[in-house]
């Protein structure tokens, strides 16, 4: 048994307006290459790890189609919230409307196997930066933003960014300790390149996490990030288009 990782499948599926392939000849085709990668490569018994941005959905009724889709593809599958997934709802709401084949990580933490499982979304802060590993491209489908928008967005950056080091803590505070493997989901990267101590890496090596699965950046110059392994973890940078929009194996059991 195998567990892979895949972030930021940005599937458009009930809102087909917001297709992916609106940001250039890269995204052609993104879902049909997602599925035929998978099938290729991942077993019914194995394990797909999707942190975050799942569907351009705004509502969970539209992200259904979306949700149904992973569940077909084989494997199990456990999703994060991402800062795209509008359609998120309560804990409550997504048990009721989840496929059987996906489990979701929102201020809780599972077991697959022997290995344990929590998270949390982040969010940006100041410090560290990506700027130097990313090829700008402007989102086609963003508002544009006032120099007033930007200023507000900073006010707020750090409040969201406090609050989701508070749920990080709170899921990974749950998980098993007699797993024999520990891993972490965040959607933002919780460290910089040069892996450096962050405020978010000192709490996952505070609650011993193997393996750190992030994504959230896109358009990232190929093979320029040096994420690797520090002070115990794992870090895998795993956005769709980074890794051609093919699962990458992280731990074989």
């Known amino acids: 048994m195998k567990i892979w990782a895949l972030s930021d499948p940005h599937l458009a599926f009930g809102v087909p307006s917001k297709t992916m392939e609106a940001f250039g000849p890269s995204w052609e085709g993104y879902a049909e290459k997602i599925a035929a990668n998978w099938k290729r490569l991942v077993s019914p018994n194995d394990l797909v790890l999707i942190p975050g941005d799942i569907s351009w959905a705004m509502r969970l009724d539209e992200a259904l189609a979306d949700l149904k ?16 997934d509008y359609w998120w709802s309560s804990p409550s709401k997504l048990a009721q409307v989840m496929p059987p084949s996906i489990r979701f990580i929102q201020n809780n933490a599972l077991i697959w196997n022997g290995v344990a499982i929590g998270g949390a979304r982040l969010w940006d802060t100041p410090e560290y930066s990506f700027a130097n590993f990313i090829v700008f491209q402007e989102n086609p489908l963003a508002q544009k933003k006032t120099a ?3 200023a507000k967005a900073k006010e707020e950056e750090e409040k969201i960014f406090s609050r989701e080091l ?3 803590k709170l ?3 749950q998980l098993d300790s007699s797993a024999k493997l520990k891993i972490a989901l965040t959607h933002y990267p919780p460290i910089g390149a ?8 000192k709490i996952l090596e505070e ?13 990232v110059k190929p093979s320029s990030l040096p994420f690797g392994k520090t002070r115990g973890i794992e870090y895998i940078f795993a956005s769709c288009d980074y890794i051609d929009f093919t699962p ?3 731990h074989t059991i």
């Open 207 to 219: 609650f011993k996490i193997d393996i750190c699965v992030f994504g959230h950046l896109h358009n």
């Open 166 to 168: 508070e749920r990080l």
């Open 148 to 150: 007033e928008d930007f």
């Open 248 to 250: 990458i194996p992280i």
């Open 69 to 84: 889709w992973i569940d077909a593809l084989p494997g199990e599958k456990i999703i994060l919230k991402g800062n795209h």
């Open 194 to 201: 040069d892996l450096k101590p962050s405020r978010a890496s």
């Open 171 to 173: 899921s990974l505070g």
